[in-house]
């Protein structure tokens, strides 16, 4: 499973700085075209949209990996170690569902219906844009089973050694 994990952390760190890379090569192409040529580039502003989405929503999935996201972690830490882990684990649950409901099978939703649609400029199904919902989803999903996975059989270890102490301290 850490092989997955890294080969997956690794694709998305790729893509999303390649992306921004390429992103910041058209956005200089733009800007020479609308100023110094006077002929704007027809399709960077769209490429740059929906690239932007794309990145966001990698982004938000690896965010959430690396545990970058908005958490109040404070109230958790205040509780006894059983109690604490209840609570994460009642958490994790509620982002999978939200993930599942909202990001993949809403995302899904919306490709389905807009895969038949062309952007103006670049010509592309705008579904491929609405893909970044259920591949974030997924992500998310993945992420969260392994991290629930992984602080549970952590607790359970802990427990086992009766070190409920430090790891109440550490949470």
Excluded at 1 to 29: D, G, P, S
Excluded at 160 to 167: T, Y
Aim: with cysteine; proline share 2%.
């Amino acid at each position: 499973m850490l092989a997955l994990k890294k080969a997956v952390n690794k694709t998305i760190e790729c893509l999303t700085c390649t992306l921004m890379a390429i992103m910041v090569l058209v956005a200089i192409w733009q800007v020479f075209t609308r100023y110094v040529l006077n002929s704007p580039s027809t399709f960077s502003e769209e490429f740059l949209r929906y690239s932007l989405i794309w990145i966001s929503m990698l982004g938000g999935a690896y965010a959430f990996w690396k545990k970058k996201h908005l958490a109040i972690e404070f109230i958790v830490r205040k509780l006894p170690i059983k109690a604490a882990v209840f609570v994460h684990t009642f958490i994790q649950i509620l982002l999978i569902a939200f993930a599942l409901i909202v990001l993949v099978l809403g995302g899904s939703k919306a490709v389905i219906t807009t895969m038949e649609q062309s952007s103006a400029a670049l010509g592309i199904p705008v579904g491929f844009v609405y893909l970044s919902l259920p591949v974030a989803g997924i992500l998310i999903i993945g992420y969260s089973l392994a991290g629930l996975y992984e602080s549970l059989h952590e607790f359970n270890s802990k427990q086992k050694s009766g070190d409920d102490v430090k790891k109440a301290a550490k949470m």
